[in-house]
């Protein structure tokens, strides 16, 4: 609960918002966005096919500001 208060206290809660994994299931990713839906954000939505599909599309990736180079690279999916 404390990262949603966290989160809540950054982002407008009609903020645009896309979650994502690296799970092709995007389960993880559906998780967190129906909390944030719950928690009131209004525009939320699960990134369809998580971020392999996006890698597979050719889209553009960027890492956080001090995160290491391959923090945006997809490691698989850790839960079934």
Do not use: H, M
């Not at 404390?2 to 092709?24: H, K, M, N, W």
């Not at 990713?29 to 928690?39: I, M, N, S, W």
């Not at 209004?42 to 599909?53: F, I, P, Q, S, Y």
Request: proline share 8%.
């Amino acid at each position: 609960r404390g990262e949603l208060d966290a989160f809540s206290s950054r982002f407008a809660p009609d903020q645009a918002i896309v979650t994502y994994c690296s799970c092709p299931n995007e389960a993880s990713a559906a998780a967190v966005a129906g909390e944030l839906a719950k928690a009131g954000f209004t525009d939320v939505r699960a990134l369809a096919g998580g971020l392999d599909a996006w890698i597979a599309a050719g889209l553009p990736l960027a890492a956080p500001e001090g995160a290491s180079p391959g923090a945006a690279v997809p490691s698989g999916c850790a839960a079934g």
